[in-house]
């Protein structure tokens, strides 16, 4: 049965709406104003309104410079759809392989704002207790997902996350100053990778490295997570040999790519005892 040109049902606003969301889909750039009017056929005035809009509801984010892209709320729907997104395929693919590889448990986090919210899991061979589940938001700066993803964002972007934000502490390890993360992210930028030395929960470290998109942008993070008793030399580099290739293929399926690190002589790798 052919479908109706017309629907019984039309909410233009929805309509318009939804022409923007898809045109900033679409483009492989940050957009301007101008550039969404084109792209879309809108009138410039409701095309204003209708970002400001998904602004403030925060399913698009514009930057210093104006130009605008898809923000957090609008990554979650997508997220939601896991079962038969590209990045969710992609990564149970590499997590299962760190999991045959290390045995240890596998997430997936996307950054909102200052948090971080768990999108997707691999179950490991080995038992450990996580604090977090799919679903749930923890602080970014105390986890090596959301440093990994932190470290990915332009400055401007960091300092205004972060201007006058008092940093919230889950353990005696967690990072409370600003000054402090900062100086976290050169390190995780030099190295390629971050690392939650029990910030987030006693006795429980993780690796992350973010996951970039063909457009350049960090979309996601994956982890993985063990016992700080099980962080010997030789286990590490098991999990941060499989968490950097398990970025660097998801990031190749999406058609991105990990940027070019320069390395550095401080490594978290001789602090494992």
Request: with cysteine; charged share 20%.
């Amino acid at each position: 049965m052919p479908l109706k040109k017309t629907p019984k049902y039309n909410v233009p606003a929805t309509a318009k709406t939804l022409q923007i969301l898809e045109a900033l889909a679409i483009l492989d750039k940050r957009a301007t104003l101008q550039e969404l009017v084109e792209q879309t056929g809108l009138p410039k005035s409701s095309v204003y309104v209708i970002l400001a809009t998904l602004e403030t509801l925060r399913y698009v984010e514009r930057d210093a410079n104006n130009t605008y892209h898809l923000g957090p709320k609008a990554i979650q729907f997508g997220a939601a759809a896991t079962q038969t997104a590209n990045l969710s395929q992609l990564f149970h693919q590499a997590a299962r392989k760190i999991v045959e590889e290390c045995g240890e448990t596998v997430q997936l986090a996307i950054l909102d704002q200052a948090e971080v919210i768990y999108v997707a899991r691999e179950d490991g061979t080995r038992q450990v207790q996580l604090v977090s589940r799919i679903g749930r938001r923890l602080p970014a700066h105390a986890t090596g997902l959301g440093k990994a993803l932190l470290a990915a964002l332009p400055e401007d972007s960091f300092n205004a996350l972060f201007a006058n934000r008092q940093l919230s502490i889950l353990t005696a390890h967690t990072i409370n100053s600003v000054s402090q993360l900062r100086a976290e992210l050169n390190l995780v930028r030099e190295q390629g990778y971050a690392q939650d030395n029990q910030e987030s929960a006693e006795g429980l470290q993780c690796l992350a490295a973010p996951i970039y998109d063909h457009s350049g942008h960090a979309v996601a993070a994956i982890s993985v997570s063990f016992l700080s008793v099980r962080a010997s030399s030789e286990h590490f580099q098991c999990i941060l040999a499989s968490i950097k290739n398990a970025a660097q293929e998801i990031s190749m399926g999406m058609g991105g790519r990990i940027p070019a690190i320069k390395q550095t002589r401080n490594s978290l790798v001789n602090s494992i005892t």
